[in-house]
Structures are given as structure tokens and as C-alpha cells.
């Protein structure tokens, strides 16, 4: 089992950037993929990217793809979600999330360990 926090998140205009931050503890030895969902108000959790345990893969909803980069530091225990060009569509709680598996997550039905969230809000 993994424990998820996640930080960084804020009130930002639209065309601005944010970079989101995961601390991972617990199990940290196993071969984690890890992941950033999203619930925006009113609207189901959704995919938003994932990295495969190697860190090596990288994948991406369509909808960020492009202007969403995310990284992790295995020394550090650490994944990251930086967020550039910012629209309002993107406004909602962003979660970190986890699953032990080779395979790189793709939906958010993939993920079965998520931290408390953090906000993040685009105005226009």
C-alpha cells in the first residue's frame, strides 16, 4: 500500500502555469505506475495522465495532452503534474493516484490508491 499527498495546487487565470506535487510513502519499493486524476464540479473523476513505474512511459487524456507534463523521482518518492496554458476546463480537484502494475494506467477506473486532492482553479 502507498499514501498519496498531494500539494501545490491554487486560483490561477487562464494561460497560466502550476506545477502539482505527490509525496509517495509506504511501499515506495514496488513497481508502482502512477497517475494524476481529476474531478471537476459536477462531472465524474477522469483520466488525466499516468507514468509507468520505470518512468519511461508516459501517457495522456487528449485534452491535456501537450500542455500537461508528468514526471516522478524515484529517489525523492515524488511525481509531478506540470500544468501549462491553463483554460477554465480545467478547474477541479486534481488527485494522485497509484496502482501496482506493469501496465501504464489509462483510465481512472486503472488507479486503486488516490490521495485527499488538490484544488486547482482556472478563471477566465
Known amino acids: 500500500q502507498v499514501h498519496l499527498v498531494e500539494s501545490g495546487g491554487g486560483a490561477v487565470q487562464a494561460g497560466d502555469s502550476l506545477r502539482l506535487s505527490c509525496v509517495v510513502s509506504g511501499d515506495t519499493s514496488s513497481n508502482y505506475a502512477m497517475g494524476w486524476i481529476r474531478q471537476g464540479p459536477g462531472k465524474d473523476r477522469e483520466f488525466v495522465t499516468s507514468i509507468s513505474w520505470s518512468g519511461a512511459t508516459t501517457y495522456y487524456a487528449a485534452r491535456v495532452k501537450g500542455r500537461f507534463f508528468i514526471s516522478r523521482d524515484s529517489a525523492e518518492n515524488k511525481v509531478y503534474l506540470q500544468m501549462n496554458s491553463l483554460k477554465p476546463e480545467d478547474t477541479a480537484v486534481y488527485y494522485c493516484?497509484?496502482?501496482?502494475?506493469?501496465?501504464?494506467?489509462?483510465?481512472?477506473?486503472?488507479?486503486?490508491?488516490w490521495g485527499q486532492g488538490t484544488q486547482v482553479t482556472v478563471s477566465s
Open positions: 493516484a497509484a496502482r501496482k502494475t506493469y501496465v501504464i494506467p489509462r483510465t481512472a477506473k486503472d488507479f486503486d490508491s
